[in-house]
């Protein structure tokens, strides 16, 4: 009797242990990132060209409506090229300021000023694209942090 509840003990501790593992898996923090982090670098460049482009080609066509390709649909064009020229040249920054602090917080050589901007470094890691991140794991991994 003793012997069949050890090994029902043990089996459960087990399937315990595994369903642990299953949702373990299921919230790692190694999911893949979105398209707007992963694509950071072309994105908001890319978008913040396009908000001009459209700008200044809505504005020429605003001048000139009789050879305007929108027509009198021009002056929302232009509105929406400037919302979308402001909004990409804001992530544009936001995202190059995130590099740059990361770079300068990749390049402290003493494993105490390291401890001290992990945090920081962990979060920048997550929120830019995820060779990032790797970068981050290499440092820690040269100074045996976990």
């Known amino acids: 009797m003793k012997k069949a509840r050890s090994a029902l003990n043990k089996a459960s501790r087990t399937l315990s242990i595994r369903n642990l593992?299953?949702?373990?898996?299921?919230?790692?923090?190694?999911?893949?990132?979105?398209?707007?982090?992963?694509?950071?670098a072309t994105l908001w460049p890319a978008l913040t060209f396009g908000g001009l482009v459209?700008?200044?080609?809505s504005a020429i066509w605003v001048m000139n409506l009789d050879?305007?390709?929108?027509?009198?649909?021009?002056?929302?064009?232009?509105?929406?090229?400037?919302?979308?020229?402001?909004?990409g040249g804001l992530e544009f920054h936001r995202?190059?300021?995130?590099?740059?602090?990361?770079?300068?917080?990749?390049?402290?050589n003493s494993k105490s000023s390291v401890l001290k901007n992990l945090d920081e470094m962990e979060y920048l890691a997550w929120v830019l694209p995820s060779g990032w991140g790797e970068l981050v794991?290499?440092?820690?991994?040269?100074?045996?942090?976990r």
């Open 21 to 40: 593992q299953v949702l373990a898996s299921l919230f790692r923090s190694d999911m893949s990132k979105p398209f707007r982090v992963e694509k950071a």
């Open 54 to 57: 459209l700008t200044l080609l």
């Open 67 to 87: 050879e305007s390709v929108l027509g009198a649909w021009s002056f929302y064009s232009m509105i929406i090229g400037f919302i979308v020229f402001v909004y």
């Open 95 to 108: 995202y190059g300021k995130r590099v740059q602090t990361l770079k300068k917080l990749l390049e402290l």
């Open 137 to 145: 794991k290499a440092k820690k991994k040269d100074f045996r942090i």
